[in-house]
């Protein structure tokens, strides 16, 4: 079956501009989790979605950071005003549940991010 | 502050040899660890967990060892091969957390 896409594969943009990363996840999936891995860093929580319920924004790094998840299933990851420390690889994954059960998270390719 | 580590950036391993990447943790609440492979331009992919109440898990080549005294725990790859050349990243949760804690990752090279 299909796992989970990320688009674009790339994106450079100016500084100051918006960006607007898109994650489809494994249909069915009730959990998807947004996360960065700058280089030569770890994989960086940024936020999660669970269900109906409002998501965990714990993990954004500032106000400039935003996400949704439409119908439960697609999310988008919106960066506005981009500075060059966003440049980093933006990665998706979804996993069937979240809450309360250890289950494994189903990464998409990620979207390289590029502020000039 | 780290809370899990993975503290040698590289390892490079000749085939058939075992690959041992070590992981280290901070906060004693955590009692699930997992462990994804990540290929250049590829998202991590799952490759073996364990509970706290184990301290070895085996699947395959793989097996993971958790020394909870000691905050550690391992990935032993035997023997090797050269597809197993990717970034290893350690992962742990706490009991009832729906976000596991990431490592900075090791790059693992294995020599044909």
């Known amino acids: 079956g299909a796992g989970v896409s990320q688009s674009p594969s790339n994106k450079v943009t100016e500084k100051g501009k918006d960006v607007e990363l898109r994650c489809d996840p494994i249909?069915?999936?009730?959990?998807l989790y947004w996360y960065r891995q700058s280089l030569g860093q770890g994989l960086e929580f940024l936020i999660y979605?669970?269900?109906?319920?409002?998501?965990?924004k714990s993990g954004l790094p500032s106000d400039r950071f935003s996400a949704e998840r439409t119908g439960g299933s697609v999310s988008t990851l919106t960066i506005q005003r981009t500075q060059q420390e966003d440049s980093a690889v933006y990665l998706c994954a979804s996993s069937p549940t979240g809450t309360g059960s250890y289950n494994e998270q189903f990464f998409g390719p990620g979207t390289r991010l590029t502020v000039l | 502050d780290q809370q899990v580590k993975q503290n040698s950036p590289s390892l490079s391993v000749q085939e058939g040899r075992i690959s041992i990447l070590n992981c280290d943790y901070t906060n004693s609440m955590f009692d699930y660890f997992l462990w994804y492979k990540k290929y250049p331009a590829e998202g991590p992919t799952f490759l073996i967990s364990?509970?706290?109440?184990?301290d070895k898990n085996e699947d395959g080549r793989f097996t993971v060892f958790l020394n909870k005294s000691a905050k550690h725990l391992s990935l032993h790859i035997v023997p090797s091969q050269p597809g197993d050349s990717a970034v290893y990243f350690c992962a742990a949760s706490e009991w009832g957390s729906y976000i596991p804690t990431f490592g900075r990752g090791t790059s693992l090279i294995v020599h044909p």
């Open positions: 364990i509970s706290s109440i184990k």
């Open positions: 249909s069915g999936h009730t959990a």
């Open positions: 979605f669970q269900g109906n319920s409002a998501p965990d």
